[in-house]
């Protein structure tokens, strides 16, 4: 029995990582598995937030054959093979008398003494002017300190909320008591990991909390009948240290804001985060595998465009590009998840992990499909992921469905038809302009006379001079360029190339996609009961094993 799989992402960078999973799990690299995912931030508003989780629901629409099947079915050897389930958690600082910590500690119903006494033990630990008084909706700000405290009571806050069952108990609350619930449930065969960074603000806080947090809420929501034993759920986390940076906040700025994040104190913070984590026995005995990423000063990107010049904090205005760095960490996970049971249950305290890469004479590095998951299971993230940037390739550039009103997976089943291949006429416009969203996402899409970069661009574009897996000629980036992209070439290695079939004085490219047409009319490429039990599912498969085919990939 494979186990259950959970994933809590925690704050803005935590979201990105988990818009690196998505996009794996598009891809098909986690078969057979119905993940949980918890997304926890504390500003609901935020931009990165926001992305990945329209992701998920996006995802879940391709997935989705009718209303009595929403989000499908978990499958095997396909694209879109896992299936997702999404719950929400924030806490919740939008009144006056949540907004800073000041508010916070302003319980009613206090005497003088008593109130002295919390603002006394207020300035002890946290700095009256400025860490007491900023607005706490945007996040921890890299004051981990006050973060892991309210966090941690905001899970508490929440399962107490639930639990009363009121008419007051609100959706983010409601939704974290079934994630919880959901865990207790499967507590004996559970895997949960964490994406967070550990530079910042609310991931860093929250990481040494979680476990601790999720237990005591479930004493809370059970009535103490929870049978989730911290010894046998199987924790991971990634450490995932400083990998971009921003302009300082200016003056005003930090009049304004009071506490202002500074990109030049990542280092120091991820520095001080991990002399924590290895210290303090809570963490070392809640978490079996830490997998700790980081990444080399002189190649950090810059994400300080914005229109005021100010450092964006959080809302809607936070919305980074997606970085390597995420992808690693979306690996991470798939090595925790796959990793052997038994041999992580033997973990008596928390195992540290890193992987070393390539790089050239000149310091880029050299990305390869074992960069991310190992030699052993190179084969089949490469195969896996090429497939899905190929197909991409197929309905936005060769069949025009990055431009805006047209429909590449429509035109690409007419054109199908022409060639004798008619099985999936039947699918409809709607079901095939959520293929295309969806590709849009993890591609690019044609706004007006530019190219708008999707994830995997944006992936490519983050290792700057360096190699990530594919030729470069698979990043094109001018329209004109696009239209004639061969989706067959997108792997540096001929081998991998497909074939060149048919007759006359066709191009390279449209020689070898006469190949994939060839092989989807073979019994080879037929999806299977595991891989589809619907028409859109069946479409899907079928063009996953005639590109996976046409790679000649032995995995």
Known sequence: MNDKLFLIAIGGTGMRCLESFVHLCAAGLFDNHTIEI????????????????????????????????????????TFFSAKLNLYRFFTDYSTANRMTLNALAATKNLNDRQRQDNQDLSDLLFERDTVQQFKLDHGYRAQTHLGSMLMYHGIIEAAINAKSGTANVKSQERELAEYLDLLNKHAAQARVFVFGSVFGGT??????????????????????????????????????????SFNAPTASQISNDKVVADS?????????????????????????????????????????????GNVVTGG??????????????????????NADRAALEQIGEAEYDFRTVLVDDNGNMQLSGASFVGSEKSEVFENK???LLSFAHIVLSKFGGAHEGTTGTAVLLNYLDEAKFPEYNDLN???????????KEFGYKFVKNDVVFGWIYQIFRSVKAGKFIFSPEAFRTNINELRDIDPGTIFADDFHHWDKTGLGFGSGADKRFNTLISIL???????????????????????????????????
């Open 38 to 77: 918890l997304t926890l931030d504390t500003d609901q508003n935020n931009g990165n937030k926001d992305r990945v989780e329209n992701l998920i629901e996006l995802y879940n629409r391709v997935k989705t054959h009718d209303n009595a099947t929403k989000g499908g079915e978990q499958r095997s050897n």
């Open 203 to 244: 991931g860093a806080s929250s990481i040494p909390v979680i476990p601790i947090a999720v237990s005591e809420a479930l004493k809370i929501l059970t009535g103490g009948n929870n049978v989730l034993n911290l010894d046998k759920v199987l924790f991971g986390s990634t450490l995932l240290t400083d990998y971009f």
């Open 429 to 439: 416009d709607a079901q095939c302009e959520e293929i295309d969203s969806y590709l």
């Open 316 to 337: 809607h205005e936070q919305r980074n590009a997606c970085h390597v760095a995420e992808l690693m960490c979306a690996a991470a996970a798939y090595d925790f998840f």
């Open 264 to 308: 030049h104190n990542f280092a120091l913070n991820s520095q001080a985060a991990l002399s924590f984590y290895n210290d303090d026995p809570t963490v070392r005995s809640t978490y079996k595998r830490m997998y700790h990423i980081g990444w080399p000063t002189g190649l950090k990107i810059n994400y300080s465009e914005t229109s005021s």
């Open 521 to 555: 009319k073979k019994e080879d490429s037929l999806p299977d009961e595991k891989q589809a039990g619907n028409l859109k599912e069946e479409f899907l498969a079928q063009m996953y094993n005639a590109i996976t085919i046409a790679q000649h990939f032995n995995a």
């Open 385 to 387: 992921l090429g497939a």
